[in-house]
T-cell receptor, first 112, second 115 residues
Framework: DAGVIQSPRHEVTEMGQEVTLRCKPISGHDYLFWYRQTMMRGLELLIYFNNNVPIDDSGMPEDRFSAKMPNASFSTLKIQPSEPRDSAVYFC??????????FGPGTRLTVL | AQSVTQPDIHITVSEGASLELRCNYSYGATPYLFWYVQSPGQGLQLLLKYFSGDTLVQGIKGFEAEFKRSQSSFNLRKPSVHWSDAAEYFCAVGARGAAGNKLTFGGGTRVLVKP
């Protein structure tokens, strides 16, 4: 299995621009999670989906953040407009019925 | 709500020496427990997990962890460290039931291996 796939691996953008991060979960996994990792705050859960439906988005920091999962094999996390404080590594993770989550390699976002 | 504490931010160990990383959790019942490892520039890789049963859990890369209910701990151990074990290690806890869909991660312990 290819594991969780994220793209792009690195993104550099300017403040105010729209950023879209992409994730392909492991086939057959019915949960998908988006996390953000920073030095100051560690690993934070932003939102998670079950069977393509958003279940808990309480970790999404602001309305500037949105996430979608149009089908079982694809999810996006969008930031519009982006700000320098959004700079972080964003991880996508998926899991099957058991609770162990499997993480992608992450997208390192830098907002100038 | 559950919480996780990893008391050691950094640990330095010599290659070949044993390693123990501490993890303490707070939860009203027996939680689900995990250890993940993150190498520089990489995602988190699952080392091992505890759901129930035998309190000594074997994982990948020669790691093991022991669940101690009385101490609310889930410490990670390796008898002989290799240079490739230099990484950051995260303990995570999940609640039982639907709430367990959300994992709470500790702040991580960065391990440096001396030759």
């Amino acid at each position: 299995d290819a594991g969780v796939i994220q793209s792009p691996r690195h993104e550099v953008t300017e403040m105010g621009q729209e950023v879209t991060l992409r994730c392909k979960p492991i086939s057959g996994h019915d949960y998908l999670f988006w996390y953000r990792q920073t030095m100051m705050r560690g690993l934070e859960l932003l939102i998670y989906f079950n069977n393509n439906v958003p279940i808990d988005d309480s970790g999404m920091p602001e309305d500037r953040f949105s996430a979608k999962m149009p089908n079982a094999s694809f999810s996006t996390l969008k930031i519009q407009p982006s700000e320098p404080r959004d700079s972080a590594v964003y991880f996508c993770a998926s899991r099957p019925t058991s609770l162990a989550q499997y993480f992608g390699p992450g997208t390192r976002l830098t907002v100038l | 709500a559950q919480s996780v504490t990893q008391p050691d931010i950094h640990i330095t160990v010599s290659e070949g020496a044993s390693l123990e990383l501490r993890c303490n959790y707070s939860y009203g019942a027996t939680p689900y427990l995990f250890w993940y490892v993150q190498s520089p520039g990489q995602g988190l890789q699952l080392l091992l997990k505890y759901f129930s049963g035998d309190t000594l859990v074997q994982g990948i890369k020669g790691f093991e962890a022991e669940f101690k209910r009385s101490q609310s701990s889930f410490n990670l151990r390796k008898p002989s460290v290799h240079w490739s074990d230099a990484a950051e290690y995260f303990c995570a806890v999940g609640a039982r039931g639907a709430a367990g869909n959300k994992l709470t991660f500790g702040g991580g312990t960065r391990v440096l291996v001396k030759p």
